[in-house]
């Protein structure tokens, strides 16, 4: 079974770059879409964006000026950047993939949590 | 922008059957996804492609999807259901979640 594990900083500064990458373990990366989501404590989920392991991207429209996903198959992770972050940022990142269904978010990541702060 | 729009809060007794709806513009002609998510935990998918359960997830979660309402129903509620649930759709290569409902079992 497929499982993801997050990990970078938990704090940022704002007006840096948040960097991220989350590892896959128990299977091969190849082959399927690879997403960002995101909640800030105690509020709803917040789609960032998704890569395919070709490189492929599609990104969240409200963010795509400030989002970069990269993937590196032979290390079986994928990463996110986001740039010029705001205290707005802060909030608990999770990888996920739609691996098994195919378009719904089956396995998640236990995520990490990222505060913006100087 | 496409929007979803789910109840804050839905109240159950034991054993009862609960429902949580989830609004959007002809959300019926697309798929919709629902995930549980307890507290400190992951969001779990509990509900796929409108009517399908994973693999583990009890029959007494089903979901239904038509003209511009999702519903995920939970029958014979247990304890164990009480959750955040979320609902979730593809528009236009993105994804948008709902706000979320709280099921409160008492």
């Known amino acids: 079974q497929v499982q993801l594990q997050e990990s970078g900083p938990g704090l940022v500064k704002p007006s840096e770059t948040l960097s991220l990458t989350c590892t896959v373990s128990?299977?091969?990366?190849?082959?399927?879409?690879w997403s960002w989501i995101r909640q800030p404590a105690g509020k709803g989920l917040e789609y960032i964006g998704r890569i395919y392991t070709s490189g492929s991207t599609n990104y969240n429209p409200s963010l795509k000026s400030r989002v970069t996903m990269s993937v590196d198959t032979s290390k079986n992770q994928f990463s996110l950047k986001l740039s010029s972050v705001t205290a707005a940022d802060t909030a608990m990142y999770y990888c996920?993939?739609?691996?098994?269904?195919?378009?719904?978010?089956?396995?998640w990541g236990q995520g990490t949590m990222v505060t913006v702060s100087s | 922008s496409y929007e979803l729009t789910q109840p804050p809060s839905v109240s159950v007794s034991p054993g009862q059957t609960a429902s949580i709806t989830c609004s959007g513009d002809k959300l019926g002609d697309k798929y919709a996804s629902w995930y549980q998510q307890k507290p400190g935990q992951s969001p779990a998918l509990v509900i796929y492609q409108d009517t399908k359960r994973p693999s583990g997830i009890p029959e007494r979660f089903y979901g239904s999807n038509s003209g511009n309402t999702a519903t995920l129903t939970i029958s014979g509620t247990q304890a164990m259901d009480e959750a955040d649930y979320f609902c979730?759709?593809?528009?236009?290569?993105?994804?948008?979640f709902g706000g979320g409902t709280r099921l409160t079992v008492l």
């Open positions: 979730q759709a593809w528009d236009s290569s993105t994804v948008m």
């Open positions: 128990g299977g091969s990366i190849s082959s399927y879409y």
């Open positions: 996920a993939t739609t691996a098994v269904t195919g378009e719904a978010f089956d396995i």
